[in-house]
């Protein structure tokens, strides 16, 4: 029979499907590979052009390039500050994990309230008072309320300095963080309402004060003393704080049995390590973005950053390991964040060798530290804060004075830089342990500090707040008085520094 098909008849789609077949499927996975390499050096010729009209602009008309710099500046500075309140996220998970459960709901309450504290408390008077007159060597004044031109907190107009919005966020953002540091030393047992009062007073004078003495024209700036990015201003400044109010509060119930201290192991160690992974992702935005500018320092001081924390981990592991027959978990946590505060004065200054070294002797620190202000002073800091932020603060501090490459001691700088260094400590030191000693008896004497010993046995989430962050699961007795982890830890040192 002879076929009357036409061809008409023959569908549109024939001749596609007659080439599909010629082509194996890795032919036909190129076709979209194509079209992208193609899209790609588009973009590349694009970027080119653009790149060479920026090399034009910057020798035509230097105000266009100035504009873009500082915009720049103030994109990277205002990333940064996200990354630093982002910090307050693994401040909470950390404490929180390495605490009991039965006050998780109260430690997670004062660490959200303490950045809304300090955010309002510094936007009234503390930016004030820590960047407000610059030419007063002792205390700033001037634009509260945030009501200021730039140059009323020593800043140059825009684009030529950072706008004051984002010079504001970025230095609240610190100052949240000195106040996040007492958390965790009083955590367990202090009362909510005296936690509000005494970090409202912190971050809206005490901290001020003293970064305006380094920060802002003050006296120890005048003097040589330098602290890039907080070892001091914002660490040992916390440390202090935490130190005070731990040793005026107390240790908790059943702490110490005969002298002898009592592990109270923590409920999660997962959500712990994950905070501290977010904190040590914060902290490039803590060290770099304290340069203030987008230029090649930023890289650089971020590659010193990450050195010292890898070296405080290894060392505070193996430390710990040799010194208690097991590798605790705690104790890298610890180690981490040791050599994260221990660089954070110098990380600017001092070389990659250096670094390392700075981060090792952290982590070598915090280990023993932990174990002398637990045992030996008996201090009782659930988290180790004052370990990590004020011991490794002073620390780090120091170490500017050796391993700086300009004025350290061990670059053939002489004494001066660590004269300095020294000075600033103490005085510092002796001011916000003062002021903090103050207010803490303050306190204690007029609206007590401590809760009561049923809330304390019960939890601070009930007695504190009316709600549990585990209801409805089984809970264990964890031998203290009161619901919490059955995990056995039979280390008296650990526990975390935040």
Same mark, same amino acid.
């Given at each position: ?127 004030s008072l820590m960047f407000g007159g610059p030419e007063n060597p002792i205390i700033g004044s001037g634009g509260w309320f945030l009501s200021g031109e730039p140059a009323t907190y020593g800043l140059d107009p825009f684009p030529a300095g950072l706008p004051v919005s984002v010079a504001f966020l970025f230095q609240a953002a610190f100052a949240g963080t000195a106040a996040t ?105 803590f060290n770099p973005g304290s340069q203030l500018a987008a230029d090649e320092a930023v890289p650089y001081i971020a590659v010193t950053t990450n050195l010292a924390a890898a070296a405080g981990g290894v060392a505070a592991t193996f430390v710990a390991w040799v010194k208690d027959g097991k590798p605790d978990l705690s104790m890298i946590i610890n180690g981490i964040l040791a ?61 500017? #004075? /050796?391993?700086?490459? +300009?004025? @350290?001691?061990?670059?053939?700088? =002489? %004494? $001066? ?6 000075? !600033? ?33 019960? #939890? /601070?989430?009930?007695? +504190?707040? @009316?709600?549990?962050?585990?209801? =409805? %699961? $089984? ?6 008085? !009161? ?16």
């Amino acid at each position: 029979m002879v076929s009357t098909r036409t061809k008409k008849d023959v569908p549109v789609w024939q001749p596609l499907k007659t080439i599909a077949r010629s082509f194996s499927p890795y032919w036909i996975a190129c076709i979209p590979l194509a079209a992208i390499i193609t899209i790609v050096w588009n973009k590349a010729v694009v970027a080119e052009s653009v790149e060479i009209n920026v090399l034009e602009v910057t020798t035509e008309n230097a105000d266009a390039v100035l504009q873009l710099q500082g915009t720049l500046d103030a994109i990277w500075v205002l990333i940064a500050a996200i990354l630093v309140i982002f910090m307050n996220a693994g401040f909470g998970m950390l404490e929180t994990g390495f605490c009991r459960h039965k006050n998780a709901v109260n430690i997670l309450s004062k660490n959200l309230i303490v950045f809304a504290l300090a955010t309002l408390a510094y936007w009234a008077i503390g930016y004030s008072l820590m960047f407000g007159g610059p030419e007063n060597p002792i205390i700033g004044s001037g634009g509260w309320f945030l009501s200021g031109e730039p140059a009323t907190y020593g800043l140059d107009p825009f684009p030529a300095g950072l706008p004051v919005s984002v010079a504001f966020l970025f230095q609240a953002a610190f100052a949240g963080t000195a106040a996040t540091i007492v958390s965790g030393a009083v955590a367990e047992r202090i009362k909510f309402n005296d936690f509000i009062v005494f970090s409202l007073l912190l971050v809206g004078i005490s901290y001020p004060i003293t970064g305006h003495w380094v920060w802002s024209g003050g006296w120890l700036g005048s003097l040589g003393f330098s602290d890039f990015a907080g070892s001091t201003v914002v660490h040992s400044v916390g440390g202090w704080a935490a130190l005070m109010g731990a040793a005026i509060l107390g240790p908790r119930m059943n702490k110490y049995i005969d002298g002898r201290p009592q592990a109270i192991p923590g409920h999660n160690m997962s959500i712990a390590t994950l905070g501290c992974l977010i904190l040590w992702i914060g902290w490039f935005g803590f060290n770099p973005g304290s340069q203030l500018a987008a230029d090649e320092a930023v890289p650089y001081i971020a590659v010193t950053t990450n050195l010292a924390a890898a070296a405080g981990g290894v060392a505070a592991t193996f430390v710990a390991w040799v010194k208690d027959g097991k590798p605790d978990l705690s104790m890298i946590i610890n180690g981490i964040l040791a050599g994260l505060v221990g660089i954070t004065a110098g990380c600017d200054g001092v070389s990659y060798w250096g670094a390392v070294i700075i981060g090792a002797v952290a982590g070598v620190i915090v280990v023993y530290s932990v174990s002398i202000i637990d045992s030996v002073l008996k201090i009782d800091d659930p988290v180790g804060a004052i370990s990590v932020h004020l011991v490794n603060g002073i620390w780090g501090t120091l170490a500017v #004075g /050796l391993f700086n490459t +300009e004025s @350290g001691l061990f670059y053939g700088g =002489g %004494f $001066a830089q660590l004269g300095s260094q020294i000075v !600033g400590i103490v005085a510092i030191g002796a001011f916000t342990a003062i002021f903090s000693g103050i207010v803490w008896t303050a306190l204690k004497a007029t609206m007590g500090i401590r809760v009561s010993a049923e809330e304390e046995l019960e #939890g /601070l989430d009930i007695g +504190e707040h @009316g709600m549990e962050a585990y209801a =409805g %699961f $089984a809970k264990e007795t964890d031998g203290f008085g !009161g619901s919490g982890s059955s995990t056995v830890n039979e280390d008296v040192t650990t526990g975390a520094g935040i």
